[in-house]
Structure formats: C-alpha cells, structure tokens
T-cell receptor
Framework: GAVVSQHPSRVICKSGTSVKIECRSL??????MFWYRQFPKQSLMLMAT?????????EQGVEKDKFLINHASLTLSTLTVTSAHPEDSSFYIC?????????????????FGDGTRLSIL | AQKVTQAQTEISVVEKEDVTLDCVYE???????LFWYKQPPSGELVFLIR????DEQNEISGRYSWNFQKSTSSFNFTITASQVVDSAVYFC????WGGGSNYKLTFGKGTLLTVNP
C-alpha cells in the first residue's frame, strides 16, 4: 500500500486562487520531504526540500513567496501555490525518503505520492 | 551540465521484443546512488531498483535487468520479452549529497516506452 499520501489528486480552479496540496507520510516519520513539479512530457524537477521545524530550502529559480511550504509535523508537509496562474498548471509530486527519524540516506528510495494535477483556468 | 542523460526520448517496440533503456550520469561524488522509476500514464512513480556506487554487480529481477558500469558512467535497464503493460515513461535518477544531511534526487528526462501488441 501507499506509504506517502498526497491530496488532492486533481484541482481545477480559477486564476488568482491559492491552492494547498498536502503530503503525508503514513506509518513513518519524515523530517524531510521533497516537492517536485512535472510539466507535460517533461522530467520531474525538484522545487524545494521541506524540513520539519525549519524553513524549506528552495531550488534556484523557484519563488519562495509563490510556493509556500510548511512542514509543521513529522508526517505532514504542505505546498501552497499562492495566487495561481495558468502557467502554474502542472503535476506536483511530493516524496519522502524511505528512512525513519532524522537524516536522509541517499541509498533509500524515495516514496512518492501519487501526485496532484493542478489546472488553472 | 546535465547530470542524468537519457538519450532515448521515445522507444516503440512490439510485444515480446527485448528493449534496453540507456542512462548515463555525471557526478563528482565517490558515493552516490542510482535509481530507476517507472511512471505509467496514471502518473504515480513506481520504484524499480536502486544501486550504490560501490556495487557494480548487475541485477536481474524477472524480466528486468540492470547493467551498471562505473567506467562508462552508465546504468542501463533492459526489459526482456516486453509486454503491453510495460508501456510507461521510465526515469533514471541520481542521488547525490546536497548539503547538510540531505541527498538530492536528480532525474533524467525520461524515456517513453510504448509496447505495441
């Protein structure tokens, strides 16, 4: 069964709306989670690293004020796309490393959520 | 510079054919990890295999096999006797230390495999 739950799976909303996407680790704690964006027929691009209890680390070119990340607990990270516009339409995927507790082991496979397909009209 | 290169954008085969998906990576780290993921049309990512930089032993899992060669920085994936259900986008990914206690996963652009009946 799924070890990372992502919700909602699909969102369609008007331009200017803020959209929140949740990523939950099931049955394990994730001090770190990752958020990716995937445009149609393209690869997954890391947007930011979400750190429990501290600020997220954003990749170059990703607007912090546009994509708000909150990691308030060891099992939940949220991504809020603020004042979304059509160009923000994309497939957003979260992941958590396959280890419990603190630290991230590079050899552990990331557990991915099923993704959120965001469409801004 | 692109860290993970999947030169084949699209591959189309007929069922039962063998197919190899290429992956070439670039890293300065001595310790790193390589992965293959499958993304079917529904969008979810399915983990297939991981390999660390110290283990060059090839692996076979059913119809899937992987050939890791450090000398050529390649980690190729072969599907034997392909089936229609194998149709998906396949991503090769590299995990490197990204600072602090974090490892970052960098994906290749993916290869769209279409298996026709």
């Amino acid at each position: 069964g799924a070890v990372v739950s992502q919700h909602p799976s699909r969102v369609i909303c008007k331009s200017g709306t803020s959209v929140k996407i949740e990523c939950r680790s099931l049955d394990f704690q994730a001090t770190t989670m990752f958020w990716y964006r995937q445009f149609p027929k393209q690869s997954l691009m890391l947007m930011a690293t979400s750190n429990e209890g501290s600020k997220a680390t954003y990749e170059q070119g990703v607007e912090k004020d546009k994509f708000l990340i909150n990691h308030a607990s060891l099992t939940l990270s949220t991504l809020t796309v603020t004042s979304a516009h059509p160009e923000d339409s994309s497939f957003y995927i979260c992941s958590a490393p396959g280890v419990t507790g603190g630290g991230v082991m590079g050899n552990q496979p990331q557990h991915f959520g099923d993704g959120t397909r965001l469409s801004i009209l | 510079a692109q860290k993970v290169t999947q030169a084949q954008t699209e591959i189309s085969v007929v069922e039962k054919e063998d197919v190899t998906l290429d992956c070439v990576y670039e890293t300065r780290d001595t310790t790193y990890y390589l992965f293959w993921y499958k993304q079917p049309p529904s969008g979810e990512l399915v983990f297939l295999i991981r390999r660390n930089s110290f283990d060059e032993q090839n692996e076979i899992s059913g119809r899937y096999s992987w050939n890791f060669q450090k000398s050529t920085s390649s980690f190729n994936f072969t599907i034997t006797a392909s089936q229609v259900v194998d149709s998906a986008v396949y991503f090769c990914a590299l995990s490197e230390w990204g600072g602090g206690s974090n490892y970052k996963l960098t994906f290749g652009k993916g290869t769209l495999l279409t298996v026709n009946p």
